[in-house]
């Protein structure tokens, strides 16, 4: 495939190389920041090669080309004389576009997706320390719990603990870094709030320990395992880190602002923004768990239903923050597996469009953009082929809602987060696996029989 002439072909349908400020891309898309979105033809973006749908959202204009494809054409991209933006810079361009909610969904999203890479792995390594010790596996090859190793569960421990055990250090440095900090100071106070002296907020919770009492009043524990307390914390870290670059002279900034910005950034870690936000992001945990603990598997079917309609309006990022703490403070993810139905939900709306359609170019979307969804990317399938036709995608979202419904009645939960449907099985490595695969089967089928049966009108289906 000629990935220069695609990448030639885009820029001059958006407008040209003087109508981009930027690009960037994700595992499935090309993003572009654009001058002037009134000049871009959808129809004419769409009808290109390899394109697969294309969108306009929180000042970027998206398009779909699908995994594996979207960073070769960004590559072409930027070798045909496209500024070659860097992260913050397209953050900076992003933030000046779109209401304020879009704008606080970016800035989670810059800070959280980059440690969501090790939170999948970490994940992984649950699962499989959890398939390797399972009772019943270690039965059949004659073995019992007791016939481990100690040193190799200690090896395995290491995998699954250490990513949670110094989270505030990933979170403090990534925010540094995202709000023009210097990433090594965050790593610092990231460790600092996780120091061995402090005692952990497991044991205290737990009355194993007391916390340290300073000015009298204030209770003052580890952080570990926390992440709206490190995120606050880089964000203030950075900002004071900034201000005193500029007014500190010369030639004591190297001295100075690191001392002040770590002693300040500590303080305000430990006896202020850490004892509030702590105590907020357990009380979103608590929100999310009572919504998967509602009767009857209510919170599982409304958040199967809706899941996909908050991927459209890109808010799903902000959501990556649930994740996280509920894996953090309690080890499972009841989120994934109903998420996960909604995905693969969608992937069996495209897959009917695909079986019932008598449009070749409309076949050769919707099969690899179906397939793409049983691997846990969605957006080929949302926008490519299911909201163009409207009703697939509506059935989709009524299979995620009855997958994500038997999911919670049946109280599912993963050992990890960011990796769904066929590749998800990783994380439900133990007694559940079965369960997995039925609810994401069931989400298909129901999404793929109501799309074929009620979701396309004639003229889609010839078109």
């Known amino acids: 495939m000629d990935y220069q002439s695609v990448a030639s072909q885009i820029i001059d349908v958006v407008g040209g190389a003087d109508n981009i400020l930027s690009a960037a891309h994700c595992a499935t898309r090309l993003r572009l920041m654009v001058k002037k979105r009134e000049i871009i033809d959808d129809n004419e973006v769409e009808s290109l090669p390899l394109v697969k749908g294309c969108f306009f959202t929180a000042g970027q204009y998206q398009i779909i080309l699908g995994t594996g494809i979207g960073n070769k054409v960004y590559d072409e991209v930027i070798k045909l004389g496209i500024p070659g933006a860097s992260k913050n810079e397209q953050a900076a361009a992003a933030a000046q576009n779109g209401n304020a909610a879009q704008r606080l969904v970016r800035v989670f999203a810059d800070v959280f997706v980059p440690i969501i890479p090790v939170m999948v792995a970490t994940g992984l390594f649950m699962g499989l320390r959890g398939f390797l010790t399972q009772p019943d596996l270690l039965a059949m090859l004659g073995l019992t719990t007791d016939s481990i190793p100690q040193n190799f569960l200690s090896f395995t421990q290491i995998l699954t603990d250490t990513a949670f055990s110094f989270l505030p250090v990933l979170v403090c440095w990534s925010a540094f870094k995202k709000f023009g900090g210097s990433p090594v100071i965050g790593i610092v106070v990231g460790l600092m709030l996780v120091h061995n002296i402090l005692p952990t907020s497991w044991d205290v919770a737990e009355g194993n320990a007391e916390p340290l009492l300073f000015f009298g009043f204030i209770k003052v524990n580890g952080y570990q395992s926390s992440v709206l307390p490190a995120f606050i914390v880089g964000f203030l870290g950075s900002k004071i880190e900034q201000w005193l670059h500029d007014h500190v002279p010369n030639a004591l900034d190297l001295i100075v602002t690191p001392f ?204």
């Open 260 to 463: 002040v910005t770590v002693l300040l950034s500590l303080c305000l870690g430990l006896f202020a923004v850490g004892p509030v936000f702590h105590s907020v992001e357990m009380a979103l945990v608590d929100v999310v768990s009572f919504l998967f603990q509602l009767p009857f598997g209510v919170g599982g079917l409304i958040w199967g239903a809706l899941c996909q309609v908050i991927v459209i309006t890109g808010v799903h990022h902000a959501l990556n923050l649930v994740e996280i703490e509920m894996l953090s403070k309690t080890g499972w993810n009841p989120v994934n597996p109903v998420g996960s139905c909604g995905i693969v939900a969608q992937a069996g709306a495209a897959m009917a469009v695909a079986v019932k359609t008598k449009s070749v170019k409309m076949k050769s979307l919707a099969y690899p953009s179906a397939v793409s969804g049983l691997l846990g990317i969605t957006e080929p399938a949302i926008f490519g082929v299911n909201l163009r036709l409207v009703s697939p995608f509506v059935w989709g979202c009524v299979g995620g809602g009855v997958g994500g419904w038997l999911s919670a009645l049946f109280g599912l939960q993963g050992t990890g987060m960011s990796v769904t449907g066929i590749p998800g099985m990783l994380l439900y490595l133990n007694k559940q696996l079965p369960l997995y695969i039925l609810i994401n089967g069931i989400a298909f089928a129901v999404a793929f029989a109501l799309t074929y049966i009620f979701g396309m009108k004639n003229q889609d289906a010839a078109a």
